[in-house]
């Protein structure tokens, strides 16, 4: 628009306009398509025209609610993190980590989800920011020392009371105020004058007051594996043909050739290295905290046939496939990986 009326433009935006953003195959914006959606949300902004210049800036009314609405994530975290996947080429555990920490423990969903979408719109994938627990622990493995950091390499836990203050405020915050999202405790068993028995699961409140136990025990533990991502269309279903898969290298044989016999066409294949963080506060004998983030690092472009990923990749999975078929073993009654 300000191209068109041959003006200079600087725009403020709020963080909801990356909803109208699309691309194509090229990854090249459609801007009649964001404009349209721009108009839409026009309320959200003040545009103004002087002496050949377009200034666009948050309304000031949505400004002053903020506090209670955020429009705009803070940039300069938001800088570095983006400003790190471009070096990286994919949102590692340490760079969301680092982001996550500096928007303290309720960060506004909605913005991190538009941050997730940019992303995106470039072809990596930001779930790592969006999912809760996912950033229970990133901000928990970022606040990690370097001397507690050697300690868990060589498999040490921590007592809860040698925590920082930062870390033990962190898993109070999960515990007493996210806790029937997190809290994971057997459930207790009682009789009730009918002759059913019915489960009763106590809250956080009920079992850890007045504090966490000084000795409930901390730990974190990683992994790693070699990821296959595959895009497929199921015949039978056409309500929703369209179908992803993430199944592991070390076995996904067997839930190939159950695809294949049952007439799915297996359309596109990616290799990812995949690194998972799970972080664990054990309250006591029956009742736990556990959170976990994963990060996959694309290792191949996408392609259409086994047989052109990576010639050891492709091996593997031939030989895998191969113990499935028939007559050699029954096929699996059920499919793992579907996402």
């Given at each position: 628009?300000?191209?068109?009326?041959?003006?200079?433009?600087?725009?403020?935006?709020?963080?909801?306009?990356?909803?109208?953003?699309?691309?194509?195959?090229?990854?090249?914006?459609?801007?009649?398509?964001?404009m349209r959606f721009f108009w839409q949300i026009r309320r959200e902004h003040q545009v103004e025209e002087s002496s050949g210049w377009m200034t666009i800036g948050i309304d000031s009314v949505f400004e002053a609610e903020g506090s209670?609405?955020?429009?705009?994530?803070?940039?300069?975290?938001?800088?570095?993190?983006?400003?790190?996947?471009?070096?990286?080429g994919y949102v590692s555990i340490e760079s969301a980590g680092s982001f996550l920490s500096q928007l303290g423990v309720n960060p506004n969903l909605f913005s991190l989800s538009s941050v997730a979408n940019s992303l995106g719109l470039q072809g990596i994938s930001g779930e790592i920011l969006t999912d809760q627990r996912s950033q229970s622990a990133?901000?928990?493995?970022?606040?990690?020392?370097?001397?507690?950091?050697v300690a868990i390499k060589n498999g040490n836990v921590f007592?809860?009371?040698?925590?920082?203050?930062?870390?033990?405020?962190?898993?109070?915050?999960e515990l007493y105020i996210k806790a029937t999202i997190v809290l994971?405790?057997?459930?207790?068993?009682?009789?009730?004058?009918?002759?059913?028995?019915?489960?009763?699961?106590?809250?956080?409140?009920?079992?850890?007051?007045?504090?966490?136990?000084?000795?409930?025990?901390?730990?974190?533990?990683s992994s790693?594996?070699?990821?296959?991502?595959?895009?497929?269309?199921?015949?039978?279903?056409?309500?929703?043909?369209?179908?992803?898969?993430?199944?592991?290298?070390?076995?996904?044989?067997?839930?190939?050739?159950?695809?294949?016999?049952?007439?799915?066409?297996l359309r596109s294949f990616r290799?990812?290295?995949?690194r998972s963080v799970t972080v664990r506060l054990q309250l006591d004998d029956n009742s736990h905290l556990e959170f976990a983030a994963t990060e996959e690092q694309r290792k191949t472009p996408v392609v259409?046939?086994?047989?052109?990923?990576?010639?050891?990749?492709?091996?593997?999975?031939?030989?895998?496939?191969?113990?499935?078929?028939?007559?050699?073993k029954p096929l699996a009654s059920k499919i793992g990986g579907q996402f």
């Open positions: 628009y300000a191209q068109h009326k041959d003006e200079q433009l600087v725009a403020v935006l709020t963080d909801s306009v990356i909803t109208g953003v699309q691309t194509n195959s090229e990854r090249v914006a459609d801007q009649n398509r964001f209670r609405f955020p429009r705009r994530m803070p940039r300069k975290p938001l800088g570095n993190l983006l400003r790190q996947v471009r070096k990286d990133l901000r928990l493995v970022s606040s990690l020392s370097p001397l507690q950091r007592e809860f009371a040698s925590l920082s203050e930062e870390q033990r405020a962190i898993l109070r915050y994971q405790a057997k459930g207790e068993d009682s009789v009730q004058s009918d002759g059913e028995i019915a489960f009763h699961f106590p809250e956080s409140t009920e079992l850890f007051l007045p504090d966490i136990n000084p000795k409930a025990k901390f730990s974190v533990s790693e594996s070699t990821m296959i991502h595959i895009g497929a269309h199921d015949w039978n279903d056409s309500s929703r043909p369209e179908r992803n898969y993430r199944l592991d290298l070390a076995d996904c044989g067997e839930s190939l050739v159950a695809l294949e016999s049952r007439g799915t066409t290799v990812v290295n995949s259409d046939s086994i047989d052109k990923l990576p010639p050891e990749i492709a091996k593997r999975i031939r030989e895998d496939m191969e113990k499935f078929k028939p007559p050699h």
